[in-house]
């Protein structure tokens, strides 16, 4: 007889663990609480969905998942980017790689990607909307799943793949970790990764609104000696709170013991100038402008939002003629404008994340199977394990490559 595999989820893992297992001969009920498959998928790398990364070895994939990235190794082996790769694209949907290996549709469309795998799992599964509620375990034995509604259905195997907390309004509201729990699983405290900073320092909110796309950022840990624990060029933006934008969200999953305080961010808005060549061009710029007072000087230099900050950091009077700025108060500026540094006071909430880290306990998973170590039949695959990845598009590919090793496992006797 067909085993009856129960998915519940359908976001990147579930649709992936539900097409797999019904493709090897699994009959398989995915049951999915919105109206609509993949809804947080959709959302994905500012809605052009980036897929994957282009890693060629399964080493390269771990060292970009700082949570547990060694419990991945079987499931990266069975189901590397390259396999992605040929899967998505053998349905019709070509792909590209942008910078940093980057892989998005050549459409720049996360629909076509959620299309593709609802297609999937449309074709090899019964797609059911539902909530789950509870699971139905017998002597340590996984034997249905109850809904919200009160019905319950029965398998032989259930895959949970419920996804973290981040973005609450996608479906992801951690319903896994409880019925992880009921079946007797640890579950990891929680927390936000790829997450926006709260910053100590009040000028951040003044700058609201502003986004600087070519600058550098140095993450600089109090904690071991001020070392540099991670640098990263590109773009960033100021808000009511702090900081926020692709490079600060990445910076945030290097801060893995957030404490009040701990964290700096050097900034650097002038990236491509060395000091003496930033003074070069200041002096330049104030020798065009020898009349001005020094706040209407810098215009040619910084965006407007930045500029009285930056007049009042520098202890220049804002109205000293250019003309009469000293060597040493330039020497201040420069350093000024390539190493504005603000403290990190906290990460922003959970709901506010890309990632959520924490979940269920790596210890208590089969990496080679991904069946739970406590219940027989029951499964687990993507965010709703213990697992958080760098960005780049491998939080999808942990996704997928988990869903793809769950699928396949569940259809081996
Ligand atoms: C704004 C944003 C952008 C992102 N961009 C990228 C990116 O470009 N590249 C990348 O690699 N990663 C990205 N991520 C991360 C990535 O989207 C997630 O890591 C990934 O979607 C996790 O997949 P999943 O299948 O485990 O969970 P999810 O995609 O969260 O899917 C879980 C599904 O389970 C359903 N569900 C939950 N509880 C129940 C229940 N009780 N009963 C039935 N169904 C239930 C939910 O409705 C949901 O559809 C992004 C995340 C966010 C928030």
């Known amino acids: 007889m067909r085993p009856r595999v129960i998915v519940i989820g359908a976001g990147a893992a579930g649709m992936m663990a539900a097409g797999t297992a019904g493709e090897n001969g699994c009959d398989v009920i995915l049951i999915e609480r919105n109206q609509k498959c993949g809804r947080k998928l959709m959302i994905t790398g500012k809605g052009r969905c980036n897929v994957s990364n282009k890693c060629k070895t399964v080493q390269e994939l771990i060292d970009n998942v700082p949570g547990n990235g060694r419990f991945l190794y079987g499931a990266f082996s069975k189901f590397m980017p390259c396999d992605l790769v040929d899967f998505i694209e053998s349905r019709g949907v070509p792909l590209k790689v942008e910078r940093g290996n980057r892989i998005f ?91 926006p900073l709260e910053i100590h320092e009040g000028f951040c909110s003044e700058l609201m609104g502003l986004s600087l ?48 305080g701990r964290y700096r961010i050097s900034i650097d808005l002038k990236p491509a100038l060395t000091p003496e060549q930033l003074d070069a061009r200041i002096l330049r710029d104030f020798s065009e402008n020898t009349n001005k007072n020094f706040i209407n000087a810098l215009d040619a230099l910084l965006p407007k939002k930045l500029v009285p900050v930056i007049v009042k950091l520098s202890g220049i009077p804002l109205n000293l003629k250019v003309n009469q700025i000293t060597r040493e108060q330039r020497a201040k500026l420069v350093s000024l404008l390539k190493n504005l540094t603000v403290t990190v006071t906290g990460f922003r909430p959970v709901d506010e994340a890309v990632v959520t880290r924490g979940g269920v306990s790596t210890k208590e998973i089969n990496p080679s199977t991904m069946e739970s170590k406590l219940v027989k039949g029951l499964y687990f695959a993507g965010e709703v394990i213990d697992v958080d990845a760098y960005t780049g598009g491998f939080n999808l590919q942990t996704a997928f490559s988990t869903g793809r090793l769950a699928g396949i496992s569940v259809s081996e006797v």
Do not use: W
């Open 105 to 195: 549709p050549v459409s720049d469309k996360a629909a076509d990607i959620v299309d593709c795998f609802a297609a999937y799992a449309g074709k090899y599964s019964r797609v059911v909307t539902g909530r789950v509620k509870e699971l139905i375990i017998n002597d340590a034995c996984v034997s249905g799943v109850k809904l919200k509604s009160g019905e319950t259905l029965a398998a032989d195997k259930v895959i949970i793949a419920t996804g973290g907390l981040s973005y609450p309004a996608t479906g992801s509201t951690g319903d896994g970790y409880g019925l992880a729990e009921q079946a007797g699983h640890t579950v990891i405290d929680t927390a936000p990764s790829l997450v």
């Open 213 to 260: 796309r070519n600058s550098a950022i140095k993450v600089i840990d109090a904690k071991r000696s001020d070392k540099v624990i991670y640098q990263d060029f590109g773009e960033m933006l100021f808000t009511h709170f702090g900081v926020s934008g692709p490079m600060i969200l990445s910076a945030s999953a290097h801060m893995r013991d957030m404490e009040r």
